[in-house]
T-cell receptor, first 110, second 114 residues
Framework: DAKTTQPTSMDCAEGRAANLPCNHSTISGNEYVYWYRQIHSQGPQYIIH???NNETNEMASLIITEDRKSSTLILPHATLRDTAVYYCIVRVASGNQFYFGTGTSLTVIP | DAGVIQSPRHEVTEMGQEVTLRCKPISGHNSLFWYRQTMMRGLELLIY????????DSGMPEDRFSAKMPNASFSTLKIQPSEPRDSAVYFC????????????FGPGTRLTVT
């Protein structure tokens, strides 16, 4: 069961920051927020995850609101290769299944 | 590491035929997952294994589907008999354990049943 809501699609200009929102208003205290992406014709790829603190890695930043009911994935300088479907998923740390939902189709425009 | 390896990459078969999809997980990973992706239903988990043992097969659509993992480096997903509605992309993924935040996906097998 997908417990997240994401926009169906978004566009972003190449070189600009891409900000992908996710609503997870029913998230539980022990559930993490995970982001994966799926480039066309490939398998999904892990991006980042977090519990309540903001997180950053070499791919992206994850900003989680204080009430944890929503989050934003930030790709700081989008490239054409970032065109993909981005999935926001909530899951307990001890869980073993990811429910991918429908995701946001991000198109990076030259 | 070569990543998760799946074969074949494409399979076209006629309704009623047996289809076997293969997966080699990343060495050292103890959990293996089989997913199916269609336009209508998105990406669905079919079954997963921990240490070669099937843990949850509640996503397997019906008895025509079966999966095995005879050893740590090989798994199969079999459909017998196949039907047109089984047409989809089938992904195999592996992770260090089933709780891991990162699952590594293979390139998928695109199955077409005519």
């Amino acid at each position: 069961d997908a417990k997240t809501t994401q926009p169906t699609s978004m566009d972003c200009a190449e070189g600009r920051a891409a900000n992908l929102p996710c609503n997870h208003s029913t998230i539980s205290g022990n559930e993490y927020v995970y982001w994966y992406r799926q480039i066309h014709s490939q398998g999904p790829q892990y991006i980042i995850h977090g519990l309540k603190n903001n997180e950053t890695n070499e791919m992206a930043s994850l900003i989680i609101t204080e009430d944890r009911k929503s989050s934003t994935l930030i790709l700081p300088h989008a490239t054409l290769r970032d065109t993909a479907v981005y999935y926001c998923i909530v899951r307990v740390a001890s869980g073993n299944q990811f429910y991918f939902g429908t995701g946001t189709s991000l198109t990076v425009i030259p | 590491d070569a990543g998760v390896i799946q074969s074949p990459r494409h399979e076209v078969t006629e309704m009623g035929q047996e289809v076997t999809l293969r997966c080699k997980p990343i060495s050292g990973h103890n959990s293996l997952f089989w997913y199916r992706q269609t336009m209508m239903r998105g990406l669905e988990l079919l079954i997963y294994f921990n240490n070669n043992v099937p843990i949850d097969d509640s996503g397997m659509p019906e008895d025509r589907f079966s999966a095995k993992m005879p050893n740590a480096s090989f798994s199969t997903l079999k459909i017998q008999p196949s039907e047109p509605r089984d047409s989809a992309v089938y992904f195999c993924a592996s992770s260090v354990d089933s709780y891991s935040y990162e699952q590594y996906f293979g390139p998928g097998t695109r199955l077409t049943v005519t």
